[in-house]
């Protein structure tokens, strides 16, 4: 079989002569079988899930390294061949694009292989990890040590990784569910090669990387998520110690009209942590994808669903319109006394059904959902994908204040931009502190060319919409990454870019990535 | 080729062309043309969610040579599924993974090829109704002449049908391909030309995918077809 390799798909502002020296030297770095260039060993970065052409995220070679000093090397040849170079750890950023390039042939530097767990500290409760590490990989190790401690992760639980995670200010279920919160301390290559250590990271001899954030002087942690500064090539984070009471606990509201009222029960007794996970309200359809329902079951006229449908799923379901998970951890003495506080407000409040685990049993999606709450890995989550079909889905997830005026208002104002789109509102509020993340699957069918460019369009809306209300997204697909990063204004774009002209002067390490680029005019 | 339908071939390669005039599938013109690469089938297993498993997408994989290498399972997101997927594409042992599967289950295992280093010559979305089907393809070298192979036989049996093939490498268009609906006939008949066409994939086979009947309650709904070689 002849090797053919890409000769047409180039990074920009390379010269196919130029990019194949550079493929030469990453041979040579890596050894042949980490330098993927053949079509067949691409195609699978460019299943793309965006409401665009794949072409436009296609890579035009993918390399894997094992070591930091092979990252450093990386680096290095980039520098030297002006390569852009699209960093991943796990890859399993669904959604928000994958592990797909941010722009047209860029080379993919894939750290699935850097996959160790560094450390454990299980009366620190802290974790060590390289980016290839996945959620599930760190459960076995805990179980298999019999560790006390608990995960947080998002809902591809197993096979999304903490540093990958965490790195794109992604959330989970638990009591240390604002993961970013969690970090604590990160070793980065930085473009001209040099590692970085944050924190305490520098300190010859030192031990406290893992347990104090802060170091001395700036903290520069959070400058390196969602960023393309450096690449991140270790993570510490903390663990939470597993609690002996778990009781996970769902409340069923009738309409969707109870978003306000629900979120105003919620916010005290989250704030004042007697409820101290990120609680989740769901709605509808996104309960009903979960467990395994199709809108074909339902319906096959294109289009919105109707609320009439949706009332019709909600009650063969079994299925609140809102359907709020969370749960109390501790001993059983505090998990009672929490539990009466709950139960005590949700009789003030006078509406809404509660489930306990006792009464739902193995029942979905309350299964899947006490999993998430407890740390054990699970993909039932995958099952919005079937809701539709088609392979399109793009998240939309703005971010507002934890009142119940705001949620009513985003809510009505996303159903109604999507409805007009003729797409369906599948979405959830995730509870922090204060805020709330608002996370709603623009779900649509990629085999329909006019469907995906009204998701697109849709997408585009949303965010325009959005905007003039005063609202923006905390993260999104790499297709709307500099529509979004307007959102947040000049000033703070040209911010970016003076530190991406100072530590990336030759834009090699993702550029694009949240809008920064040196190709854009700050 | 019907000249009263609506059909369109944009892009498509003069030896294509040259196929369906001398009357050979395309697919078994591919596979000589790629002559050297051709080998036996390897031991495969054939993926498949839901309704699938009763459709015609089996009645194509059978019908070909490769047939008695094939084994078939069904996907699910349990993380039994997922992690004994892994663990198979992990072994070492030289093997195909071909499947036709909803889109939640597409993604978990496209995924898990990626980041287990296997070779994913195809990966097609389709969309199909009682009397048309829609397919979005991605594919190799390796996959020369799946998709004119599926595009000619979805005219040649009249059902509505909309192609298009995007190649990762070369400077070719994308291959597009459509017709509408002269019949119901053979509304399940991509899904067997699909299957056909996955199993003998790379294979010095040069069948033809079988012809089968209607049914009932033909195959609707969106899928995700791929071809994966660790």
Request: one cysteine or more.
């Amino acid at each position: 079989m002849t090797e053919q390799t890409n000769t047409t798909l180039l990074p920009r502002g390379v010269d196919a002569a130029n990019f194949q020296q550079a493929i030469a030297k990453f041979r040579a770095l890596l050894g042949e079988d980490n330098v993927l260039v053949k079509d067949d060993q691409l195609i699978p970065y460019t299943k793309i899930m965006m409401a665009v052409d794949n072409a436009e995220h296609a890579p035009s070679a993918a390399v894997t390294a094992t070591t930091v000093e092979q990252v450093q090397g990386v680096v290095k040849i980039c520098n030297e061949h002006k390569i852009p170079v699209w960093t991943i750890s796990t890859g399993r950023n669904f959604g928000y694009g994958s592990a797909a390039p941010g722009q047209r042939g860029q080379v993919i530097l894939d750290l699935k292989k850097m996959n160790k767990i560094l450390h454990v500290d299980p009366e620190l409760g802290t974790a060590l990890v390289e980016p290839g590490v996945t959620y599930q990989q760190l459960y076995d190790y805990l179980q298999e040590n019999n560790l006390p401690l608990m995960l947080s992760f998002s809902a591809p639980s197993a096979i999304a990784g903490p540093l990958g995670n965490t790195m794109d200010r992604g959330v989970g279920y638990t009591p240390y569910g604002e993961h970013f919160l969690m970090q604590c301390g990160m070793e980065v290559v930085l473009a001209n090669g040099d590692v970085y250590r944050t924190g305490m990271g520098g300190v010859k001899g030192d031990k406290a990387w893992q347990v104090f954030k802060w170091g001395y002087g700036p903290t520069l942690d959070g400058m390196f998520t969602q960023a393309n500064y450096g690449i991140c090539t270790k993570m510490g984070f903390w663990l939470m110690p597993k609690p002996p009471v778990f009781k996970p606990f769902e409340i069923k509201f009738e309409n969707e009209s109870d978003i306000a009222e629900i979120v105003e029960f919620i916010r005290p007794l989250r704030i004042a942590q007697v409820i101290p996970n990120s609680v989740v309200i769901a709605g509808v359809l996104w309960e009903a994808s979960t467990c395994n329902t199709r809108r074909a079951d339902y319906t096959t006229e294109p289009g919105a669903t109707s609320d009439a449908i949706l009332k019709q799923i909600q009650k063969d379901k079994n299925l609140g319109a809102w359907n709020v998970y969370a749960a109390l951890y501790g001993t059983q003495e505090q998990v009672d006394v929490n539990w009466k506080i709950v139960t005590g407000a949700l009789k003030q409040l006078g509406k809404g059904r509660i489930v306990t685990q006792e009464e739902a049993g193995d029942t979905q999606p309350f299964k899947y959902r006490a999993q998430l709450m407890s740390g054990v890995p699970n993909l039932q989550e995958f099952g919005l994908y079937n809701w539709r079909g088609g392979g399109g889905s793009m998240w939309f997830a703005p971010v507002s204040q934890a009142r119940g005026s705001e949620c009513n208002k985003q809510q009505a104002l996303a159903k109604k931009i999507l409805n007009k789109h003729g797409l369906d509102y599948v979405g959830e509020f995730i509870v922090g502190w204060r805020d709330m993340h608002h996370v709603i699957d623009v779900l649509y069918d990629r085999t329909n060319p006019e469907e995906t460019k009204r998701a697109n369009a849709c997408f585009a809306e949303l965010l325009d919409v959005f905007e003039s209300e005063g609202y923006a997204v905390y993260r999104v697909n790499t297709a709307f990454q500099e529509r979004v990063a307007q959102s947040y204004g000049p000033v703070k774009r040209k911010v970016e870019h003076a530190l991406k002209r100072a530590l990336d002067p030759n834009n090699i390490l993702s550029p694009g990535k949240s809008g920064i680029d040196l190709a854009n005019p700050f | 080729m019907n000249v009263e339908r609506r059909f369109l071939l944009k892009g498509m390669a003069l030896g294509g062309l040259a196929g369906v005039a001398m009357g050979s599938s395309s697919l078994a013109m591919a596979n000589t043309m790629l002559g050297g690469q051709a080998r036996p089938a390897l031991p495969t297993l054939a993926l498949v969610s839901g309704n699938v498993a009763e459709s015609a997408f089996l009645q194509g994989i059978k019908a070909s040579n490769a047939a008695k290498q094939v084994s078939v399972q069904r996907t699910d997101l349990s993380l039994d599924f997922i992690l004994g997927l892994e663990k198979r594409l992990r072994s070492g042992q030289p093997q195909r993974i071909i499947g036709l599967v909803d889109d939640a289950s597409a993604a978990l295992i496209i995924d898990l090829a990626r980041s287990t280093g296997a070779r994913v010559q195809w990966l097609g979305q389709h969309n199909a109704t009682a009397n048309a089907s829609q397919h979005r393809l991605l594919s190799a070298e390796a996959a020369s002449g799946c998709a004119p192979q599926l595009g000619l036989q979805l005219n040649a049996c009249g059902t509505g049908f909309s192609l298009s093939e995007q190649r990762l490498h070369g400077n070719k268009a994308p291959l597009q391909m459509g017709a509408a609906s002269r019949n119901r006939a053979g509304s399940e008949q991509w899904a067997a030309t699909l299957g056909y066409a996955l199993a003998v994939m790379g294979t010095a086979d040069s069948g033809q995918a079988p012809l089968v009947a209607s049914r009932p309650s033909p195959l609707t709904g969106n899928f995700v077809s791929f071809s994966i070689e660790a």
